[in-house]
């Protein structure tokens, strides 16, 4: 059975060592209370709860799923789910990050982040019941009405009911302009919306008394595209404008998929027939209100992969330290034992320092990025508001395809350590693997994310965000480069940022000639620029050794997993830049026949 | 629903155009029957075998398993397998490459190989079923005495009988030198084998009256460790001297494994309890008889990788073509549609370029490395049967470890294709992945195949088959140095050949200093020398499109693909040279204690 202990010392290192988290709530108005103090009691809280009460029904939900009911259209999630719920309820878990406006507890969107990351290696199928609520919550206070935020915001953000985001169709999944659901105005101000949408996470289930759907479909006169959708809340049990709970509304889960993981988390088709609905911000504005959830959700799911890489890394570290087999190559080094243990053999070593870099460098690199939202939301200065958002908008697609992309081999790696064994779905390593699996998927490919980061953050807006980010890098490049223990790691960073810097100025320009050398890099340039940020993130964790209070262990293992890092890793940006650099006719030339 | 249809274009130009194989044929005695026109018949009704009776029973196998009455001790397979199993034998597919002494039609295992990828494309698990029985034939046929050749072999080499290779124990899989079963010896000659063998692949199933168990175990007197370990024959039925069909053997599947994937493949802890056992070679000398048929395997499990990949590929290629998303990057392509297919987008291009690359690619070298065995065995010439097995020897780990791999990553990304569809077990294509994920595993793990690589037929064997392969690529970029046509490939496979070679003297170098440099190295040269080989494999390709009776358009993917594999898969050696180089350090450093 699979073990998870919530990494509380690498967090708080990553938090507040590294990226100086308090330091930095404290001069945010509204965040002044997230104090070192309070915060480890949130995350010492928030460890038990993943530890001790979702983490044991992971493996259980993996083997029982979810299951439908057709008759009463009902489904049952997983033993443990639903009072797994009601603690999370209880602990005040869901209102943490909400404004105390709206009757949260204010807490930085950072902190949210570190609970997800434990919440998702701890059982990451549970953990999207909530994370959808989320979502709903964004799109709520952006856009809802006053009495659409009292009728629905509240009872979501309390976690008394949950929240869904319907976008995809059975004909549409990213390309969302060709969508049908209809939704007619009647006479009391409400629509009736009527349609089927698939791949809707939690669109049934048993944790709570309601469901709130938001939905993207069209109105009667819309402009055909990408420019006639609107959003529409369309609750499974009808709100009065009072927030009474009235009758059934007319929709319905129609079936459920069979996965090949993440299988305790419900992914329905819904059907919507005259379902009583609510316009949610203007018309033919619809797209725009999504994209308030889906930035949220792209970053959440990157932590997702975040939390796999850790729990898979926790589990193939404790078996390469207790499995014997084979001796080292350079002689026993338990001669006692019938065998040497698994961590012995270098490349098993490799594999655990790959998962633990991934794990740890992620890490820095998914909290700094939502540390630039909290200060994009609650900075007094405007100008660092903008500059928040610039680097936050271009941090979450690397943020969302580079961490659940590297989940993929981490989890490779993970059940690699384990041989055979890691076949056996008994041993639960599997599962991690299966589960990381949806994660490049869902919420925008990873094709997605790397046309968002090139076409849209890089090339359509001027790279604002990329410029901050390289800025940062070289003042830190420069304040560090008389730091002789730093050397080996800033001289390397200065080198690849400038060469990231120029790639990024050669694409520009070929794509100025060819459009088609901006899908034809994308990807290789995803990775590319991941792979430069966590170098970053390394060095900032060396950098941060100096003044930390971890202990001598702690920072000599930091050094070396750096070490590997740089020597290791980060020489593939050399492949994916040579990849980038061979042009788009490498993948066009060849006609669309010939692949047949 | 997945389809396949066999590639037989491709095999054909991969076998006859850029091998010559029947040329090969026509010169090693008892090969001679092996004229284009008779493989061309066998690979026909091959192919109609594997897509229609084989195929249709994949996804349905997949969702079935396997099941074990306890009671009885049996195990039912997915419907239609044992069906399937019995068309097979009275195809007399069974005695394929048996020689014709042993009742076989004596075809070159060359083209079992290709009838396997067909088999392994179309349902890799059931593929399982006969695949072990050849491990048992190559071991009966080197080791068997006369009456155990009479007496097991033809009944597997005719179908009737299906063998198993028991060697792993609860806690011994790699290292065999710890396991613990063992036998002793009956007044009658026979021995009383007692032990738990497990993952033992098609140990019990419903598809043959009885089934012949290869398993290695100690002699009362047997030296500690690998030295002592001897190789027996355990069948399920006992069989007479006479070849008789007797009572039941004292040996039962104890439970069968639920796995990530080959679900239809049975995969058995088998318990012997005083089990009548043959003795196969020389007491002590198991361990040996053995390799004879893990050998064979770990080419077979190389051919599996390949199998999945060329499936993968031909079912997210159909899907790109025809799913409608999105509007091209440079204007819509077919503007009478609502969206564009999926293929127009160049990383969609780019990643079925990258399983067509791999398909072809591997297939080339799984079949070069095949007609090396089949040289090894059956030329006139001493030299150049030992010539033949130097190389085969050399390529073995190659095939296994690097097919196996890419087929991770091609089948990650035919499932990516899919998008949010790929996940979902109904549309087939995630099996594929979960199938690929067993065959870095089994039979070796990656890992085991890099060693031995780089281990002992590099660095022990001072590099026989390497030395062979070099010179055999010098001589092509030789032969082809004026070709213009050529150039393109020609050109840098002449450097990283060249780079290749001059990268193991350097890891040799090193290794002298330090055993822990092979194991460092290990993984990344495996990955270095397999993109080096299938580099030589694509210009072996476009070499061979100048005599090739193949049409244009054939011809022209060709040279797209291998400019495709040239410009942005073949630069990812430098990142693994980079790693290599790196140096053992950058893993052995860190103290086991830090990892926690």
């Given at each position: 059975m699979t073990q998870y202990n919530a990494p509380l010392k690498d967090i708080r290192f990553?938090?507040?060592?590294?990226?100086g988290a308090s330091a930095l709530f404290e001069r945010l108005p509204g965040f002044e209370s997230a104090t070192p103090d309070l915060l480890d009691a949130v995350l010492e809280e928030a460890a038990r709860f993943a530890e001790q009460v979702l983490a044991p029904i992971n493996f259980s939900g993996d083997q029982e799923g979810c299951e439908l009911d057709k008759a009463s259209a009902s489904v049952r999630t997983p033993s443990g789910f639903k009072e797994a719920y009601a603690q999370y309820v209880e602990g005040g878990w869901p209102t943490l990050t909400t404004p105390e406006s709206f009757g949260g507890q204010g807490l930085p969107e950072t902190v949210g982040a570190i609970v997800k990351e434990m919440i998702d290696s701890a059982n990451v199928s549970w953990g999207n019941f909530p994370m959808l609520s989320h979502g709903s919550v964004e799109a709520l206070k952006a856009h809802g009405e006053a009495w659409q935020q009292e009728a629905f915001l509240k009872p979501i953000t309390e976690g008394r009911w949950t929240g869904t985001m319907c976008l995809t169709e059975p004909h549409c999944g990213t390309d969302l302009g060709l969508l049908k659901t209809r939704a007619e105005p009647a006479a009391d101000g409400s629509y009736r919306l009527s349609g089927t949408k698939i791949f809707i996470t939690a669109g049934e289930h048993d944790l709570?008394?309601?469901?709130?759907?938001?939905?993207l479909a069209r109105l009667p006169d819309a402009p055909p595209g990408v420019k006639g959708i609107s959003l529409f809340i369309v609750p499974k049990f009808k709100v009065g404008k009072d927030g009474q709970l009235g009758e059934r509304n007319s929709l319905a889960v129609g079936s459920i998929e069979h996965k090949m993981?993440?299988?305790a988390s419900v992914t329905c088709v819904m059907n919507f027939d005259q379902a009583e609905a609510w316009l949610i911000g203007a018309p033919n504005k619809g797209l725009m209100a999504m994209f308030t959830m889906m930035n949220t959700a792209r970053l959440a799911v990157g932590v997702q992969g975040l939390g796999l890489i850790e729990r898979g890394y926790q589990n193939s570290r404790n078996y390469a330290l207790d499995r014997l087999q084979m001796r080292s190559l350079s002689g026993p080094k338990y001669p006692d034992k019938p065998a040497d243990p698994l961590i012995v053999h270098p490349d098993v070593r490799?594999?655990?320092?790959?998962?633990k870099a991934f794990a740890e460098g992620c890490r820095v690199l998914a909290l700094y990025a939502y540390m630039q939202h909290?200060?994009?939301?609650?900075?007094?200065?405007?100008?660092?508001?903008?500059?928040?958002?610039?680097?936050v908008s271009f941090l979450t697609p690397i943020v969302k395809g580079l961490l659940t992309e590297l989940a993929q081999e981490a989890t490779y790696d993970a059940v690699q350590i384990f041989g055979g064994h890691g076949y056996i779905a008994e041993t639960g390593i599997e599962q991690f693997a299966r589960d990381a699996r949806i994660t490049t998927l869902y919420e925008g490919t990873t094709q997605i994310q790397a046309n968002d980061l090139l076409g849209r953050k890089i090339l359509q807006l001027n790279g604002a965000g990329l410029k901050h980010f390289l800025g940062e890098i070289?003042?830190?490049?420069?304040?560090?480069?008389?730091?002789?223990?730093?050397?080996?790691?800033?001289a390397p960073l200065a080198i690849v940022t400038k060469e990231w810097s120029e790639l990024t100025q050669e694409i520009a320009k070929r794509a100025q000639a060819n459009p088609e050398e901006i899908g034809a890099a994308a990807v290789d340039y995803l990775f590319y620029s991941g792979y430069v940020a966590l170098a970053y993130c390394w060095a900032r964790s060396v950098a941060a050794l100096a003044d930390s209070s971890a202990t001598e262990d702690f920072k000599d293992a930091k050094r070396h997993t750096a070490r590997f890092y740089f020597t290791r890793i980060l020489p593939r940006i050399h492949a994916h830049g040579a990849a980038i650099r061979a042009g788009a006719d490498t993948l066009m030339a060849m006609p669309e026949s010939q692949f047949a």
């Amino acid at each position: 059975m699979t073990q998870y202990n919530a990494p509380l010392k690498d967090i708080r290192f990553a938090l507040q060592d590294v990226l100086g988290a308090s330091a930095l709530f404290e001069r945010l108005p509204g965040f002044e209370s997230a104090t070192p103090d309070l915060l480890d009691a949130v995350l010492e809280e928030a460890a038990r709860f993943a530890e001790q009460v979702l983490a044991p029904i992971n493996f259980s939900g993996d083997q029982e799923g979810c299951e439908l009911d057709k008759a009463s259209a009902s489904v049952r999630t997983p033993s443990g789910f639903k009072e797994a719920y009601a603690q999370y309820v209880e602990g005040g878990w869901p209102t943490l990050t909400t404004p105390e406006s709206f009757g949260g507890q204010g807490l930085p969107e950072t902190v949210g982040a570190i609970v997800k990351e434990m919440i998702d290696s701890a059982n990451v199928s549970w953990g999207n019941f909530p994370m959808l609520s989320h979502g709903s919550v964004e799109a709520l206070k952006a856009h809802g009405e006053a009495w659409q935020q009292e009728a629905f915001l509240k009872p979501i953000t309390e976690g008394r009911w949950t929240g869904t985001m319907c976008l995809t169709e059975p004909h549409c999944g990213t390309d969302l302009g060709l969508l049908k659901t209809r939704a007619e105005p009647a006479a009391d101000g409400s629509y009736r919306l009527s349609g089927t949408k698939i791949f809707i996470t939690a669109g049934e289930h048993d944790l709570t008394e309601n469901i709130v759907h938001l939905v993207l479909a069209r109105l009667p006169d819309a402009p055909p595209g990408v420019k006639g959708i609107s959003l529409f809340i369309v609750p499974k049990f009808k709100v009065g404008k009072d927030g009474q709970l009235g009758e059934r509304n007319s929709l319905a889960v129609g079936s459920i998929e069979h996965k090949m993981g993440i299988k305790a988390s419900v992914t329905c088709v819904m059907n919507f027939d005259q379902a009583e609905a609510w316009l949610i911000g203007a018309p033919n504005k619809g797209l725009m209100a999504m994209f308030t959830m889906m930035n949220t959700a792209r970053l959440a799911v990157g932590v997702q992969g975040l939390g796999l890489i850790e729990r898979g890394y926790q589990n193939s570290r404790n078996y390469a330290l207790d499995r014997l087999q084979m001796r080292s190559l350079s002689g026993p080094k338990y001669p006692d034992k019938p065998a040497d243990p698994l961590i012995v053999h270098p490349d098993v070593r490799r594999m655990l320092l790959t998962q633990k870099a991934f794990a740890e460098g992620c890490r820095v690199l998914a909290l700094y990025a939502y540390m630039q939202h909290d200060i994009s939301t609650h900075s007094p200065d405007e100008g660092e508001r903008k500059r928040g958002e610039e680097l936050v908008s271009f941090l979450t697609p690397i943020v969302k395809g580079l961490l659940t992309e590297l989940a993929q081999e981490a989890t490779y790696d993970a059940v690699q350590i384990f041989g055979g064994h890691g076949y056996i779905a008994e041993t639960g390593i599997e599962q991690f693997a299966r589960d990381a699996r949806i994660t490049t998927l869902y919420e925008g490919t990873t094709q997605i994310q790397a046309n968002d980061l090139l076409g849209r953050k890089i090339l359509q807006l001027n790279g604002a965000g990329l410029k901050h980010f390289l800025g940062e890098i070289s003042t830190f490049c420069q304040e560090g480069a008389s730091n002789t223990a730093l050397g080996e790691f800033i001289a390397p960073l200065a080198i690849v940022t400038k060469e990231w810097s120029e790639l990024t100025q050669e694409i520009a320009k070929r794509a100025q000639a060819n459009p088609e050398e901006i899908g034809a890099a994308a990807v290789d340039y995803l990775f590319y620029s991941g792979y430069v940020a966590l170098a970053y993130c390394w060095a900032r964790s060396v950098a941060a050794l100096a003044d930390s209070s971890a202990t001598e262990d702690f920072k000599d293992a930091k050094r070396h997993t750096a070490r590997f890092y740089f020597t290791r890793i980060l020489p593939r940006i050399h492949a994916h830049g040579a990849a980038i650099r061979a042009g788009a006719d490498t993948l066009m030339a060849m006609p669309e026949s010939q692949f047949a």
